[in-house]
Structures are given as structure tokens and as C-alpha cells.
């Protein structure tokens, strides 16, 4: 073989490997819901499904902690 083909030939292979490594993932597939991880759980917590009541009860503890953090986020600036 000619040493201008080999060079040629691992060109080739190095932009396959470059092409393949560029390409999307599955884990990159598109949502299946165009709803928010809150909305998600909104709903659930608004449902009849089993545990619905927990999940709600996480949610507003999760917002109480939020504003008691921002209250004290504007304590601290004052």
C-alpha cells in the first residue's frame, strides 16, 4: 500500500469515530409531556391515584421551606 493511502485510510476512520461519537444519544430523546416536573406532581397530588395525598403534602411542605429560605435571603440583605 501507498503511504498517501494509508494516511487517507486513517483520515477516514478518525472521522467516523468523530461522526459517531457526535451523534444523539437515546438518552436524549425529546419528553414524552410537555408538562413541568411541578405540574407533574400537581397532578398527581390532585389525583385518586394511591399516595396522591403524600405527594401533596410534600408539595406544600417544599413551598413553605422556599419562602421561609427567600424571607430569610431578605433578612440578611436588609
Known amino acids: 500500500m501507498?503511504?498517501?493511502r494509508v494516511v487517507r485510510a486513517i483520515a477516514l476512520l478518525a472521522l467516523c469515530?468523530?461522526?459517531a461519537g457526535c451523534s444523539s444519544h437515546a438518552s436524549e430523546q425529546a419528553p414524552a409531556?410537555?408538562?413541568?416536573?411541578?405540574?407533574?406532581?400537581?397532578?398527581?397530588?390532585?389525583?385518586?391515584?394511591?399516595?396522591?395525598?403524600?405527594?401533596?403534602r410534600a408539595l406544600a411542605l417544599s413551598g413553605a421551606e422556599t419562602r421561609r429560605a427567600a424571607q430569610m435571603d431578605t433578612a440578611q440583605v436588609r
Open 17 to 19: 469515530g468523530l461522526a
Open 2 to 4: 501507498n503511504a498517501s
Open 33 to 56: 409531556s410537555r408538562l413541568t416536573e411541578a405540574q407533574r406532581d400537581t397532578a398527581i397530588a390532585r389525583s385518586q391515584l394511591p399516595g396522591a395525598a403524600a405527594v401533596g
